[in-house]
């Protein structure tokens, strides 16, 4: 090169790299939002807890609410899947059932994690409809395909002709949410499961 010759401009990179580990920090944001609820976390409590600056918070992750929309979604595929997935290993709905209750005891107090059921508990005075509705979604649409699935074992004879289906899936979702209260109460798995156990004998007779 003379030195009359124009030296090289090379292109300035777009932007900083990231810096930190984004399934680290989404992990912190799952239990943060978990122990907490949606409302009363901050994003200064977020971003205390997943190490990271508000910059990059919203560059990685957007604002607050699509946040937790990522943290639901996580969830759902990690622990949620862990309870769902008893559901779908019973021969029956009734069996699947009583599998999913055992299963759902050891979940929720799990010491590993915060108690109970994020999608129960986060939404506990919660004020933001949008979250408050997207959280009802996803257990409305839990209990109906549950329905679904009882009306189902009762078409196939498994269940007896006069089964409410409806009625039957509401109180397996009632008893689901007041495991998790009672998990966040303190309650020991051993506790819950003795609720499982009750739970089990309302369910209608299977027919022989």
Known sequence: MTADQPIAQHPAPRGRPRSFDREAALARAVDLFWERGY?????????????????????????KRSLFEEVVADYRRAHGATVSHALDEGPTTRAGVARMLRVAAAEYTDPAHPWGCLLISSAVNCTTHEVEEELRGVRNGNLRALESRIRADVAAGHEPPGTDAAALAVFVGTVLQGMSQRA????????????????????????R
């Open 39 to 63: 409302e009363a976390t901050s994003v200064a409590d977020l971003t205390a807890a997943m190490g990271i600056r508000p910059p990059s918070l919203y560059a990685a992750f957007g604002d």
């Open 184 to 207: 966040r109460d303190g309650a020991t798995r051993a506790e819950l499961e003795q609720v499982a156990d009750l739970a089990m004998r309302a369910w209608p007779e299977p027919v």
